[in-house]
């Protein structure tokens, strides 16, 4: 059975950072792109941040280019998201997902 957990979201302010972890199991981790998608309250779903299964190569959404740093770590079978200058507009929840496969949410909230 294919599961991802999300952590690491939590309550920071203007300008703080924050790291998102997704344990990946039930699969083979290191043979699947993985991205990162948020939903912001009452707005559709926003990807946000993938990386090729080597870990090689990365792409950003234009809205968080520059500020967050996708990574993972294929030994742990677990996907990262740096997030660094966080702006409130980042307050969404946060998922892991692969082909069609989806956690269930990491809430961060931008807030002063």
């Known amino acids: 059975e294919v599961q991802l957990v999300e952590s690491g979201g939590g309550l920071v302010q203007p300008g703080g950072s924050l790291r998102l972890s997704c344990a990946a199991s039930?699969?083979?981790?290191?043979?699947?792109?993985m991205s990162w998608v948020r939903q912001a309250p009452g707005k559709g779903l926003e990807w946000v941040s993938a990386?090729?299964?080597?870990?090689?190569?990365?792409s950003y959404a234009d809205s968080v280019k520059g500020r967050f740093t996708i990574s993972r770590d294929n030994a742990k079978n677990t996907l990262y998201l740096q997030m660094n200058s966080l702006k409130p507009e980042d307050t969404a929840v946060y998922y892991c997902?692969?082909?069609?496969?989806w956690g269930q949410g990491t809430q961060v909230t931008v807030s002063s």
């Open positions: 990386i090729n299964s080597g870990g090689g190569s990365t």
């Open positions: 039930g699969f083979t981790f290191t043979s699947y792109y």
């Open positions: 997902t692969f082909r069609g496969n």
